[in-house]
C-alpha cells in the first residue's frame, strides 16, 4: 500500500481545482442516468454550521423507485473536522489527532431489472494537517460491479474499462489495483466476494500531485463508458419474481459487506456524517436465508461458481 506524502506546496487553489472537478463528474453522471432512466434525481444540497462537529457542503443526488434505477445516489462531499475518526488513522497512527479535510464524489446504483448488475464507484481527496508535521494528501477511489447474473462479456467490458484508464499511469498500476479490489469488497465472515471487482485504490500520492490529481480524473471518467453500455443491453430483458428474490437474497451481501467491513461507511459514521447520504448504498428491498444455496445447473448457482472468483477478464 502507498503511503501518504507530505506536500508543502499544496494550496487551497488546488483543493478547489479537485472540488470543481467532482462537482462536474456529479453532474455529469447524473445528467447521464437521468436520461438513460427518464426520471429526476432528487436534489439535496446541504451545509454544515461552523461551530459543528464537521464543517463544509455537499449535495446529495437520490433517486427512488424508478423504471430504471430502484434505488440510486451520487453524492458530493466537502467537509473539515477537528481531529481525524479512528477509522482513518488505524493504519496511519501518526496522524491521530490530525484535523482533515476530505472532498469526494460517491455513487451506487441498484437497478430494478435483476439483469443490471450494481454499482458503485467513488473518487476523492483526503488532507491531513498533522500539528507537528507538514500536512499530508491521498486520493482514493475505484469502481465495482455487483451482478445478480453473470454475463462475460459484460465482466469483460467493465474491467477494460478500468484497466484502460489506468493504462497512461504505467502498466503496473491496474494489476495492482484490480488485486486490491478483490481484497477489499471480500466478505471475510462468509469467504465470499461481494461482485466481481474492478479497481480500488487508496492513500494514494506517489504520482506527486498534479498526476495522481489526473490519474484520479481518468477514473472518474471512466465510470459512464464502463457502466452505460452494460445498463443497456441488460435493461429489456424479461424477468420475474424468481429473478426478482435472487436479486434480494444476494443484496442482502451488500448489505453486509457495507455495515461490516466497508471503510468508507465507518468513518462517515465516526466523523459525525449525514447518516441518510451514508446509508443511501443500502438497496430498497433485501433478503436473508437460513443455510440456503442455489440448486446446481441454475443460473443462479453459476454466478458463485463462474463469476464470483477473481479472473483476470481483462
Known amino acids: 500500500m502507498a503511503h501518504p506524502a507530505a506536500d508543502a506546496a499544496l494550496t487551497p487553489a488546488d483543493i478547489g481545482r ?49 423504471e430504471l434505477l430502484e434505488r440510486g445516489g ?77 454475463f462475460e462479456e459484460d465482466a469483460r467490458h467493465f474491467h477494460a474499462a478500468c484497466r484502460d484508464a489506468l493504462a497512461p499511469f504505467g502498466d503496473a498500476l491496474h494489476p495492482r489495483f484490480k488485486k486490491w479490489c478483490d481484497d477489499y469488497f471480500f466478505l471475510k465472515h462468509r469467504d465470499e466476494p461481494r461482485g466481481i471487482g474492478g479497481i480500488f485504490f487508496d492513500d494514494f500520492s506517489e504520482l506527486g500531485f498534479e498526476r495522481s490529481f489526473e490519474m484520479l480524473r481518468a477514473v472518474g471518467d471512466a465510470f459512464l463508458p464502463a457502466y452505460l453500455p452494460i445498463v443497456e443491453r441488460r435493461r429489456a430483458l424479461p424477468y420475474g419474481e424468481r429473478e426478482r428474490d435472487f436479486q434480494a437474497y444476494r ?26 447520504a451514508i446509508l443511501m448504498s443500502m438497496p430498497p428491498r433485501a433478503a436473508w436465508r437460513y443455510d440456503w444455496s442455489p440448486a446446481e445447473g441454475t443460473p443462479e448457482a453459476a454466478l458463485a461458481r463462474d463469476f464470483l472468483r477473481p479472473r483476470d477478464w481483462a
Open 18 to 66: 479537485v472540488r470543481d472537478y467532482l462537482l462536474d463528474l456529479q453532474r455529469r453522471i447524473v445528467e447521464a442516468l437521468e436520461s438513460a432512466g427518464g426520471a429526476p434525481f432528487l436534489r439535496d444540497a446541504w451545509v454544515r454550521p461552523a461551530d459543528g462537529r464537521l464543517t463544509g457542503d455537499g449535495l446529495t443526488r437520490l433517486i427512488e423507485d424508478a
Open 74 to 150: 451520487c453524492n458530493f462531499s466537502h467537509v473539515s473536522g477537528k481531529t481525524l475518526p479512528p477509522s482513518a488513522t488505524a493504519a496511519r497512527p501518526e496522524l491521530a489527532g490530525a484535523a482533515f479535510e476530505a472532498l469526494g464524489v460517491s455513487l451506487v446504483f441498484h437497478p430494478r431489472n435483476p439483469y443490471v448488475p450494481t454499482v458503485h464507484m467513488n473518487v476523492r481527496l483526503f488532507c491531513a494537517f498533522p500539528a507537528a508535521a507538514a500536512p499530508v494528501f491521498w486520493f482514493g477511489g475505484g469502481m465495482d460491479l455487483t451482478p445478480y447474473y453473470g
Open 251 to 276: 443484496r442482502g451481501r451488500y448489505v453486509e459487506f457495507n455495515l461490516v467491513w466497508d471503510r468508507g461507511t465507518l468513518f462517515g459514521l465516526q466523523s459525525g456524517g449525514r447518516t441518510e
